[in-house]
Antibody
Framework: QLQLQESGPGLVKPSETLSLTCTVSGDSISNTNYYWGWIRQPPGKGLEWIGSIYYSGYTYYNPSLKSRVTISVDMSKNRFSLKLSSVTAADTAVYYC???????????????WGQGTLVTVSS | DIQMTQSPSTLSASVGDRVTITCRASQSISRWLAWYQQKPGKAPNLLIYKASSLESGVPSRFSGSGSGTEFTLTISSLQPDDFATYYCQQYNSYSWTFGQGTKVEIK
């Protein structure tokens, strides 16, 4: 049974860097059939894709966040990570990690999600 | 960037009703469209992908249709467990966008 678990600080100060890790169990992060991604949801609002990564290190970022986002993968620990720099209150959200099932011809969908972790940006 | 617009934003319905939610893309996305259900405090759950393919384990009362710029999610007979928020999601050139969501409420 595939499981994804987000971890990291729940409170980050403005202007600092938000760092989260997603630990994957039940599948290998180097499975060539999948990518991995981060999505966030501000309280009471909709979903926003942050970025995605392939095990080889190829990354794809939301253009609106690209200048502040870094996603990386650690195959030895079967996990991937998110760093978001220069955070403001607008970055307060529930952050989800997810598995991305991708077919070059048909679909690119988030089929398994972590439970999400609330990160609050406040001094 | 491709924008996704869902309508309505909120929908009030009764158990047993047929419910339809629409999602429009700002440009053609062929059939690169998925639908998710989200309940309060929970992660989204994949329902439909490739516009009309039902994800394994999802009840058959859920169906999707459309291509290009206009898509629909239909619940043929609304069940108590279906009261939730629904999101569409598009994929284009290694970029993903979600609609703003449609909340299905009890009438």
């Amino acid at each position: 049974q595939l499981q994804l678990q987000e971890s990291g600080p729940g409170l980050v100060k403005p202007s600092e860097t938000l760092s989260l890790t997603c630990t994957v169990s039940g599948d290998s992060i180097s499975n060539t059939n999948y990518y991995w991604g981060w999505i966030r949801q501000p309280p009471g609002k909709g979903l926003e894709w942050i970025g995605s990564i392939y095990y080889s290190g190829y990354t794809y970022y939301n253009p609106s966040l690209k200048s502040r986002v870094t996603i990386s993968v650690d195959m030895s620990k079967n996990r991937f990570s998110l760093k978001l720099s220069s955070v403001t209150a607008a970055d307060t959200a529930v952050y989800y990690c997810a598995r991305l099932r991708y077919s070059g011809n048909d679909y690119a969908i988030f089929d398994y999600w972590g439970q999400g972790t609330l990160v609050t940006v406040s001094s | 960037d491709i924008q996704m617009t869902q309508s309505p934003s909120t929908l009030s319905a009764s158990v047993g009703d047929r419910v339809t939610i629409t999602c429009r893309a700002s440009q053609s996305i062929s059939r690169w469209l998925a639908w998710y259900q989200q309940k309060p405090g929970k992660a989204p759950n994949l329902l439909i992908y490739k516009a009309s393919s039902l994800e394994s384990g999802v009840p058959s009362r859920f169906s999707g249709s459309g291509s290009g710029t206009e898509f629909t999610l239909t619940i043929s007979s609304l069940q108590p467990d279906d009261f939730a928020t629904y999101y569409c999601q598009q994929y284009n050139s290694y970029s993903w966008t979600f609609g703003q969501g449609t909340k299905v409420e009890i009438k």
